[in-house]
Protein backbone atom coordinates (compact mmCIF):
# COMPACT_ATOMS: atom_id res chain seq x y z
CA UNK A 1 0.00 0.00 0.00
CA UNK A 2 1.47 3.59 -0.83
CA UNK A 3 1.32 5.25 2.45
CA UNK A 4 2.97 8.70 0.95
CA UNK A 5 1.97 8.72 -2.61
CA UNK A 6 3.26 12.05 -3.22
CA UNK A 7 7.33 10.30 -2.27
CA UNK A 8 6.42 8.13 -5.41
CA UNK A 9 7.42 11.62 -7.25
CA UNK A 10 9.80 13.24 -4.62
CA UNK A 11 11.75 10.54 -3.39
CA UNK A 12 12.49 9.88 0.52
CA UNK A 13 15.73 11.57 -0.42
CA UNK A 14 14.41 15.01 0.62
CA UNK A 15 14.53 14.01 4.10
CA UNK A 16 18.31 14.85 4.36
CA UNK A 17 17.18 18.37 2.82
CA UNK A 18 16.57 19.34 6.69
CA UNK A 19 19.90 17.46 7.92
CA UNK A 20 21.83 19.69 5.65
CA UNK A 21 20.26 22.87 6.66
CA UNK A 22 20.42 22.26 10.15
CA UNK A 23 23.06 24.87 11.70
CA UNK A 24 23.28 22.92 15.20
CA UNK A 25 23.63 19.10 15.83
CA UNK A 26 21.61 17.94 19.23
CA UNK A 27 22.77 15.24 21.35
CA UNK A 28 21.74 12.03 20.02
CA UNK A 29 20.08 9.13 22.21
CA UNK A 30 22.30 6.57 23.16
CA UNK A 31 21.99 3.77 20.48
CA UNK A 32 24.84 1.22 22.33
CA UNK A 33 26.00 0.29 25.65
CA UNK A 34 27.14 3.00 28.11
CA UNK A 35 29.47 2.40 30.87
CA UNK A 36 28.49 3.59 34.66
CA UNK A 37 29.93 7.00 35.69
CA UNK A 38 28.99 8.81 31.89
CA UNK A 39 32.29 6.98 30.68
CA UNK A 40 32.38 5.74 26.89
CA UNK A 41 32.24 1.68 27.00
CA UNK A 42 33.99 0.31 24.16
CA UNK A 43 31.74 -0.42 21.28
CA UNK A 44 29.09 1.72 22.02
CA UNK A 45 27.93 5.71 21.81
CA UNK A 46 26.77 7.85 23.82
CA UNK A 47 25.34 11.29 24.02
CA UNK A 48 28.13 13.99 25.64
CA UNK A 49 29.02 17.34 26.06
CA UNK A 50 31.69 17.93 23.18
CA UNK A 51 33.70 20.74 22.02
CA UNK A 52 31.85 23.54 19.60
CA UNK A 53 31.98 22.64 15.90
CA UNK A 54 32.93 18.73 16.86
CA UNK A 55 29.95 16.95 16.03
CA UNK A 56 31.63 13.12 17.44
CA UNK A 57 34.58 11.50 18.34
CA UNK A 58 35.92 8.16 17.38
CA UNK A 59 38.37 7.09 19.42
CA UNK A 60 39.22 10.13 20.73
CA UNK A 61 39.82 11.75 17.54
CA UNK A 62 36.83 14.29 15.97
CA UNK A 63 34.22 14.52 13.37
CA UNK A 64 33.90 18.32 12.48
CA UNK A 65 30.34 19.38 12.04
CA UNK A 66 32.44 21.24 9.01
CA UNK A 67 34.15 17.93 7.54
CA UNK A 68 30.23 16.15 8.02
CA UNK A 69 28.65 18.90 6.17
CA UNK A 70 30.93 18.65 3.49
CA UNK A 71 30.70 15.17 2.87
CA UNK A 72 26.65 14.95 2.92
CA UNK A 73 26.97 17.97 0.23
CA UNK A 74 29.28 15.87 -1.91
CA UNK A 75 27.51 12.61 -1.22
CA UNK A 76 23.86 13.84 -1.06
CA UNK A 77 24.32 17.53 -1.97
CA UNK A 78 23.26 16.98 -5.85
CA UNK A 79 20.09 14.36 -4.82
CA UNK A 80 18.73 17.16 -2.90
CA UNK A 81 19.08 19.56 -4.99
CA UNK A 82 17.55 17.83 -7.78
CA UNK A 83 14.65 17.58 -5.87
CA UNK A 84 14.13 21.08 -5.19
CA UNK A 85 14.26 21.84 -8.62
CA UNK A 86 11.68 19.65 -9.50
CA UNK A 87 9.14 21.47 -6.16
CA UNK A 88 10.45 25.05 -8.03
CA UNK A 89 9.91 23.77 -11.37
CA UNK A 90 6.24 23.00 -10.91
CA UNK A 91 5.99 25.85 -8.29
CA UNK A 92 6.83 28.69 -11.29
CA UNK A 93 4.22 26.08 -13.87
CA UNK A 94 1.66 26.13 -11.86
CA UNK A 95 1.92 30.21 -11.07
CA UNK A 96 2.30 30.83 -14.68
CA UNK A 97 -1.12 29.18 -15.63
CA UNK A 98 -2.93 31.00 -12.17
CA UNK A 99 -2.92 27.32 -10.42
CA UNK A 100 -2.95 27.59 -7.27
CA UNK A 101 -3.31 25.37 -3.91
CA UNK A 102 -5.29 26.95 -0.73
CA UNK A 103 -3.84 25.91 3.13
CA UNK A 104 -7.15 24.35 3.90
CA UNK A 105 -6.63 21.99 1.04
CA UNK A 106 -3.13 21.02 2.17
CA UNK A 107 -4.93 20.30 5.27
CA UNK A 108 -6.85 18.31 4.22
CA UNK A 109 -4.65 15.74 2.28
CA UNK A 110 -2.65 15.65 5.44
CA UNK A 111 -5.60 14.60 7.17
CA UNK A 112 -6.80 11.79 4.43
CA UNK A 113 -2.83 10.64 4.79
CA UNK A 114 -3.25 10.59 8.35
CA UNK A 115 -6.15 8.81 7.98
CA UNK A 116 -4.81 6.56 5.85
CA UNK A 117 -2.82 5.32 8.32
CA UNK A 118 -4.80 5.44 11.18
CA UNK A 119 -4.41 9.04 12.24
CA UNK A 120 -2.29 12.33 12.58
CA UNK A 121 0.13 10.76 15.84
CA UNK A 122 0.63 7.36 13.19
CA UNK A 123 1.40 9.69 10.77
CA UNK A 124 4.09 11.89 12.81
CA UNK A 125 5.61 8.80 13.90
CA UNK A 126 6.37 7.49 10.28
CA UNK A 127 7.19 11.16 9.28
CA UNK A 128 9.20 11.42 12.31
CA UNK A 129 10.81 7.79 11.73
CA UNK A 130 11.76 8.97 8.49
CA UNK A 131 13.25 12.28 9.52
CA UNK A 132 11.10 14.30 7.97
CA UNK A 133 9.31 17.36 8.81
CA UNK A 134 5.77 17.69 8.48
CA UNK A 135 6.25 21.30 7.12
CA UNK A 136 8.07 19.32 4.51
CA UNK A 137 6.23 16.62 4.03
CA UNK A 138 3.08 19.59 3.36
CA UNK A 139 5.30 21.24 0.60
CA UNK A 140 5.55 18.23 -1.41
CA UNK A 141 1.88 17.36 -0.83
CA UNK A 142 1.22 20.82 -2.09
CA UNK A 143 3.64 20.29 -4.97
CA UNK A 144 1.95 17.03 -5.64
CA UNK A 145 -1.37 18.82 -5.98
CA UNK A 146 -0.22 21.39 -7.66
CA UNK A 147 1.27 19.00 -10.55
CA UNK A 148 -2.16 16.84 -10.18
CA UNK A 149 -4.29 20.01 -11.01
CA UNK A 150 -1.80 20.88 -13.91
CA UNK A 151 -2.06 17.27 -15.27
CA UNK A 152 -5.95 16.94 -14.66
CA UNK A 153 -6.88 19.52 -17.46
CA UNK A 154 -8.61 18.34 -20.20
CA UNK A 155 -7.84 14.50 -19.46
CA UNK A 156 -11.62 12.20 -19.98
CA UNK A 157 -11.97 8.84 -20.12
CA UNK A 158 -14.08 7.49 -23.45
CA UNK A 159 -16.37 5.14 -23.25
CA UNK A 160 -14.25 2.91 -25.58
CA UNK A 161 -11.56 2.87 -23.55
CA UNK A 162 -14.24 2.31 -20.27
CA UNK A 163 -15.33 -0.80 -22.43
CA UNK A 164 -11.15 -1.83 -22.71
CA UNK A 165 -10.86 -1.35 -18.70
CA UNK A 166 -14.29 -3.36 -18.04
CA UNK A 167 -12.36 -6.35 -20.30
CA UNK A 168 -9.31 -6.24 -19.19
CA UNK A 169 -10.51 -6.64 -15.56
CA UNK A 170 -13.59 -8.47 -15.96
CA UNK A 171 -13.25 -10.35 -19.53
CA UNK A 172 -11.51 -13.51 -20.14
CA UNK A 173 -8.09 -14.46 -19.38
CA UNK A 174 -6.03 -17.44 -20.52
CA UNK A 175 -3.06 -19.12 -19.87
CA UNK A 176 -0.87 -19.90 -22.80
CA UNK A 177 1.99 -21.65 -23.80
CA UNK A 178 3.89 -20.71 -26.76
CA UNK A 179 6.58 -21.79 -28.81
CA UNK A 180 8.46 -19.00 -31.32
CA UNK A 181 10.23 -19.77 -34.53
CA UNK A 182 12.06 -17.84 -36.94
CA UNK A 183 11.09 -20.24 -40.17
CA UNK A 184 7.95 -21.81 -40.52
CA UNK A 185 9.39 -25.27 -41.57
CA UNK A 186 10.43 -24.78 -37.99
CA UNK A 187 7.36 -24.18 -36.41
CA UNK A 188 6.32 -26.79 -38.57
CA UNK A 189 8.96 -29.26 -37.18
CA UNK A 190 7.85 -28.34 -33.95
CA UNK A 191 3.68 -28.50 -34.51
CA UNK A 192 4.52 -32.22 -35.75
CA UNK A 193 6.64 -33.07 -32.59
CA UNK A 194 3.50 -32.36 -30.43
CA UNK A 195 1.39 -34.05 -32.76
CA UNK A 196 3.63 -36.80 -32.42
CA UNK A 197 3.01 -36.70 -28.65
CA UNK A 198 5.96 -35.00 -26.89
CA UNK A 199 6.08 -32.60 -24.55
CA UNK A 200 4.95 -29.12 -25.67
CA UNK A 201 7.13 -27.35 -23.16
CA UNK A 202 10.58 -29.56 -24.25
CA UNK A 203 9.62 -28.99 -27.40
CA UNK A 204 9.44 -25.41 -26.85
CA UNK A 205 13.04 -25.64 -25.07
CA UNK A 206 14.56 -27.36 -28.14
CA UNK A 207 12.99 -25.34 -30.85
CA UNK A 208 11.50 -21.96 -29.36
CA UNK A 209 13.94 -18.66 -30.01
CA UNK A 210 12.41 -16.87 -27.36
CA UNK A 211 13.93 -17.51 -24.34
CA UNK A 212 11.99 -15.66 -21.59
CA UNK A 213 8.78 -18.26 -22.47
CA UNK A 214 11.26 -20.90 -23.40
CA UNK A 215 13.01 -20.72 -20.12
CA UNK A 216 9.97 -20.43 -18.26
CA UNK A 217 8.16 -24.09 -19.49
CA UNK A 218 6.59 -22.05 -22.88
CA UNK A 219 4.37 -19.83 -20.29
CA UNK A 220 3.29 -16.66 -21.88
CA UNK A 221 4.98 -14.75 -18.27
CA UNK A 222 1.45 -13.60 -17.16
CA UNK A 223 -2.57 -14.24 -18.17
CA UNK A 224 -3.80 -13.36 -21.50
CA UNK A 225 -6.45 -10.65 -21.27
CA UNK A 226 -9.09 -9.03 -23.07
CA UNK A 227 -9.65 -5.24 -23.41
CA UNK A 228 -6.38 -3.67 -24.90
CA UNK A 229 -4.05 -4.52 -28.08
CA UNK A 230 -1.48 -5.03 -28.93
CA UNK A 231 0.34 -7.17 -25.71
CA UNK A 232 4.08 -6.98 -25.83
CA UNK A 233 5.27 -10.30 -24.20
CA UNK A 234 8.98 -9.41 -24.64
CA UNK A 235 9.61 -10.61 -28.74
CA UNK A 236 6.01 -11.73 -28.18
CA UNK A 237 3.28 -9.26 -30.16
CA UNK A 238 -0.53 -10.80 -29.83
CA UNK A 239 -2.74 -8.50 -31.71
CA UNK A 240 -6.67 -8.50 -31.03
CA UNK A 241 -6.84 -11.03 -34.18
CA UNK A 242 -4.06 -13.35 -32.34
CA UNK A 243 -5.99 -13.29 -28.69
CA UNK A 244 -8.94 -14.30 -30.83
CA UNK A 245 -7.52 -17.18 -32.46
CA UNK A 246 -6.27 -18.15 -28.58
CA UNK A 247 -9.13 -17.81 -26.79
CA UNK A 248 -10.97 -19.56 -29.61
CA UNK A 249 -9.33 -22.86 -28.57
CA UNK A 250 -10.33 -25.56 -26.56
CA UNK A 251 -8.35 -26.15 -23.39
CA UNK A 252 -5.36 -27.83 -23.99
CA UNK A 253 -5.56 -27.97 -27.50
CA UNK A 254 -2.63 -26.50 -29.62
CA UNK A 255 -2.70 -23.73 -32.50
CA UNK A 256 -1.23 -24.44 -36.19
CA UNK A 257 1.46 -22.32 -36.88
CA UNK A 258 0.58 -18.86 -36.98
CA UNK A 259 2.64 -15.97 -38.78
CA UNK A 260 3.63 -13.61 -35.91
CA UNK A 261 5.57 -9.91 -35.49
CA UNK A 262 9.24 -9.88 -36.54
CA UNK A 263 8.64 -12.18 -39.42
CA UNK A 264 8.24 -14.51 -36.68
CA UNK A 265 6.10 -17.95 -36.40
CA UNK A 266 4.44 -19.11 -33.18
CA UNK A 267 2.33 -22.20 -31.74
CA UNK A 268 0.47 -21.66 -28.94
CA UNK A 269 -1.23 -24.12 -26.13
CA UNK A 270 -4.14 -23.12 -24.41
CA UNK A 271 -3.54 -24.77 -20.61
CA UNK A 272 -6.46 -22.53 -18.95
CA UNK A 273 -9.39 -20.64 -19.74
CA UNK A 274 -11.17 -18.19 -17.19
CA UNK A 275 -14.56 -17.30 -17.88
CA UNK A 276 -15.92 -13.59 -18.01
CA UNK A 277 -16.83 -12.82 -14.72
CA UNK A 278 -20.29 -12.54 -14.22
CA UNK A 279 -20.18 -8.73 -13.18
CA UNK A 280 -22.01 -6.21 -15.43
CA UNK A 281 -20.18 -2.83 -16.45
CA UNK A 282 -23.07 -0.60 -15.34
CA UNK A 283 -22.43 -1.51 -11.75
CA UNK A 284 -18.86 -1.24 -11.66
CA UNK A 285 -19.23 1.95 -14.49
CA UNK A 286 -18.10 5.05 -12.06
CA UNK A 287 -15.12 3.23 -10.17
CA UNK A 288 -13.65 2.30 -13.03
CA UNK A 289 -13.63 5.71 -14.60
CA UNK A 290 -12.44 7.02 -11.72
CA UNK A 291 -9.33 4.94 -11.45
CA UNK A 292 -9.00 4.99 -15.14
CA UNK A 293 -8.82 8.39 -14.82
CA UNK A 294 -6.33 8.92 -12.09
CA UNK A 295 -4.23 6.41 -13.48
CA UNK A 296 -4.14 8.47 -16.96
CA UNK A 297 -3.25 11.77 -15.11
CA UNK A 298 -0.44 9.79 -13.03
CA UNK A 299 1.43 8.93 -16.17
CA UNK A 300 0.62 12.68 -17.47
CA UNK A 301 2.30 14.15 -13.97
CA UNK A 302 5.23 12.40 -15.05
CA UNK A 303 6.16 13.39 -18.42
CA UNK A 304 5.06 16.65 -17.61
CA UNK A 305 7.68 16.55 -14.37
CA UNK A 306 10.03 15.24 -17.01
CA UNK A 307 9.34 17.93 -19.54
CA UNK A 308 9.40 21.13 -16.85
CA UNK A 309 12.83 19.88 -15.50
CA UNK A 310 14.27 19.48 -19.13
CA UNK A 311 12.79 22.84 -20.33
CA UNK A 312 14.12 24.39 -17.03
CA UNK A 313 17.35 27.10 -17.58
CA UNK A 314 19.10 25.38 -14.31
CA UNK A 315 22.35 26.67 -13.10
CA UNK A 316 24.25 24.65 -10.38
CA UNK A 317 26.82 25.81 -8.64
CA UNK A 318 27.44 21.43 -6.94
Not at 287 to 299: C, V, Y
Request: with cysteine.
Amino acid sequence: MRVFKCLAVFVGIVVLAGVLAAQTVGPAEPVGPVAPGGTEAPGGVMAVELPEGVIATVNGEPITESEWLKTLRRVAGRSILDVMVRHKVVEQAAAKQGITISESEIEALFDKQAASVGGVSNLMVRLQQMGMPAQEYKRQLRTEALLHRMAEKGITVTDDELEKVFREKYGRKAEVQVIVTGTREDAEDALAKIAAGEDFAQVAAAKSIDKRTSGNHAYIPAFLTEGFFPKNFGSIVITQALAEEIFNLKANSVSGVIPGAQQNFYVFKLTRLIPASDVKLESVKDSIRSDTLEFKIRNIEGQMLQQLVGTAVIKRGI
